[in-house]
């Protein structure tokens, strides 16, 4: 859904309009629209790794970075393009298995 909503922004403006669309933010205390996409991409991931009981990965952590330096480098749409491909990736090749407690036993 994410990614048809890009296409859909980027089919109806310039590229140069897009990428400003990128460090658009609805409210003043909200992280811009690149920052947005990067933390579903990264609660997607967490989510992930957390059932598998694994440490995030390094594109992830990556990610995250991104999303801190979001005020000073935005992105483009391209790059958020790229981003949610790679979490749609990860996602669509993921196979649920059993769940069984980590090492630590069930956490909530």
Do not use: F
Not at 6 to 15: P, R, T
Not at 25 to 30: G, N, V
Not at 63 to 87: F, K, Q, S
């Amino acid at each position: 859904m994410l990614d048809r909503l890009l296409d859909k922004a980027g089919a109806q403006v310039s590229a140069d309009q897009a990428d400003a669309l990128m460090s658009a933010r609805i409210a003043a205390d909200m992280y811009p629209l690149s920052a947005q996409v990067r933390l579903t991409v990264v609660q997607a991931l967490e989510a992930i790794c957390r059932l598998r009981d694994e440490p995030k990965t390094e594109r992830m952590l990556a990610i995250g970075a991104e999303v801190r330096n979001a005020d000073d480098a935005p992105g483009t749409l391209a790059e958020a393009r790229a981003v949610l491909a790679h979490a749609l990736e990860v996602l669509g090749g993921w196979v649920p298995t059993p769940w069984t407690p980590g090492p630590s036993g069930p956490s909530l």
